[in-house]
């Protein structure tokens, strides 16, 4: 398979913080590639090394072929988004787009195939500075100038943090299509249940990558099962259910409280019953398949030590 | 309008213009002392001007309201002394120790200095900071970070705490056990209103408003939104409130 990014062993420290440990993986040609993790895992620490914006200590990677002392190279094959707004606030929509794309020495009619689907939602607002701009065009705005001098390899960082879910949900399908011309995206999110958008991930945690692989997989390797509960009354529930013997982990899931077990060990109706001795009512137990988010917490546990 | 005493936050046709813009377009709710109040909307809809409002930062156009038992027309100052405000973002000084910026914040609160030596050794040994207690703030887990700023914002003891966001781009383990805080903040008497982008977490509140273009959409309890908008999680009914069309047209 053809490999637009291999990172082999980058640190980066800050003073006595290590930002990235020793991280090494490859995303291959035309992936859709999630890091998952929350602030402070090194994810845009990352992102600016791969894009040359700052150096690692130690390491090295290859962005479509290229070694990343190869600055100038690699800047004009990569699409950067940063997670802070980094466009001319003083510069209209239009202004901001076509200053990118002279930048790399093109034009945006050039190039418009790529960004018109994206373009079109703010052409209405194209003499508006960019500062004056919603969060959901302005992202649109920056995303449309990471794209105007057709990267093969496409950064974003955290774009759809702080952003409420229904216009996540948005912006994700619209990676999905851009996908679908062949571009190689590499996004970083800390929200878990968008990892299921990627073909694959990294969970990244503390400069440290706990695992990669497609969600699925990731999600199918889970060692222990999983047992969502609920009753009539969560607030009693949280404290009974630590009388639960066996149990490895309790966390709150939306309406269900969550419990791994080891597979061995697990019954369900010992739970119940348990929980029909304290007078629960309207009990639901059952075991379902971990998703992401069970995974990270499993995976944060264990890579304390 | 009266105060009934069973509300701690009570909004009658609550309205705020920008020039030919309405950010908040006539909203009226309850919340009840004690209550963990989720307070959802999309971006743009209109929650953080309610919410700058609420704490007497911002005065409406017009309309009613009664904060902590006072007016928000009349008596915005006293408000701002009986509520805790955390903003996700800024909430503690990075380049103060953990015991500067308690101290800084028990002062802004206007705590006697006597009071405030005691309350900052109560805060230290509850939280278990003692070893943090000369850290820089910068220097110190984000878990712990958030747990300090939510404490200091009820340093004073208000009746009620806004949080604004406060689990933004936590890990997943930090932000449940944030959530164990707000509860216990709520056990004892402290009204909490939150705002988040993480529907599993509107599930941990007593009730739940969601604003949609500047109003209240929907109001209940998680259990009843979900049966009113025939939904099997909260994320599908906050999916069917803010793109209603989207749903319905698929267009």
């Known amino acids: ?305 | 309008m009266k105060l009934t005493g069973e509300n701690i936050i009570e909004v009658e046709n609550l309205v705020k213009r920008f020039g030919s813009f309405t950010a908040v377009d006539n909203i009226s709710f309850q919340v009840r002392k004690g209550e963990v109040f989720g307070f959802l909307g999309a971006n743009g809809a209109g929650k953080t001007t309610a919410i700058k409002m609420l704490i007497g930062l911002w005065s409406p156009t017009s309309g009613k309201a009664n904060v902590a038992g006072f007016n928000l027309f009349t008596e915005a100052e006293q408000i701002r002394k009986n509520i805790g405000y955390m903003a996700q973002r800024f909430s503690l000084y990075e380049d103060l120790t953990v015991i500067e910026n308690i101290q800084f914040y028990g002062g802004i609160y206007g705590l006697r200095k006597n009071i405030l030596k005691e309350r900052a050794e109560e805060l230290i040994s509850e939280l278990g900071m003692e070893s943090f207690r000369k850290e820089l703030i910068k220097n110190i887990p984000l878990g712990w970070k958030q747990k300090l700023a939510l404490s200091v914002a009820m340093i004073h003891k208000p009746k009620i705490v806004f949080l604004d966001e406060p689990t933004s781009g936590v890990d997943p383990i930090t932000r449940r056990q944030f959530w164990d805080l707000i509860y216990n903040a709520a056990e004892k008497g402290t009204t909490v209103f939150v705002t988040t982008h993480y529907m599993d977490e509107s599930e941990y509140c007593d009730r739940v408003s969601i604003m949609v273009d500047g109003r209240i959409e929907a109001l209940d309890t998680p259990v009843q939104l979900k049966k009113q908008f025939n939904a099997e999680s909260m994320d599908e009914v906050f999916l069917k409130l803010a793109r209603p069309t989207e749903v319905s047209s698929k267009q």
């Open chain 1, 1 to 305: 398979m053809n490999e637009r990014v291999i990172a082999t062993n980058i640190t980066k420290s800050f003073r006595s913080t290590k930002a990235l440990d020793d991280v090494s993986f490859s995303v291959n040609e035309g992936e859709l590639f999630g890091f998952i993790g929350p602030d402070g895992a090194g994810k845009s620490t990352l992102f600016r090394i791969l894009t040359t914006v700052m150096n690692a200590d130690s390491g090295d990677a290859l962005v479509d072929g290229f070694h990343l002392k190869d600055e100038i190279a690699i800047r004009s094959r990569v699409g950067y988004m940063p997670g802070k707004f980094s466009l001319y606030p003083d510069l209209s929509v239009q202004e901001n787009l076509e200053f990118f794309a002279k930048v790399f020495g093109t034009t945006v009619q050039e190039n418009y195939s790529i960004i018109k689907e994206i373009y079109v939602q703010l052409e209405p607002f194209k003499d508006r500075r960019a500062g004056k701009l919603s969060g959901g065009m302005k992202q649109k705005l920056a995303l449309c100038c990471a794209l105007i001098h057709k990267p093969r390899v496409l950064f974003l960082d955290e774009p759809t943090t702080g952003v409420d879910p229904v216009s996540r949900r948005e912006f994700w399908e619209m990676l999905g299509r851009l996908k679908q011309s062949g571009l190689t995206i590499l996004v970083s999110t800390p929200y878990m249940d968008e990892a299921s958008r990627c073909d694959r991930v990294a969970l990244i945690q503390k400069g440290k990558i706990l695992d990669i692989d497609p969600p699925g997989v990731i999600t199918k390797k889970f060692p222990l099962h999983v047992i969502a509960v609920k009753s009539d009354n969560m607030q009693k529930l949280r404290k009974d259910i630590l009388k639960v013997e066996d149990a490895e982990s309790v966390y709150g899931f939306g309406e269900f409280l969550h419990i791994t077990m080891k597979k061995e060990n697990s019954s369900t109706e010992k739970i119940e019953s348990l929980l029909k001795q304290q007078g629960h009512q309207h009990i639901e137990v059952k075991i379902i398949e971990a998703g992401i988010e069970d995974c990270f917490m499993h995976l944060m546990e264990h890579n304390k030590n």
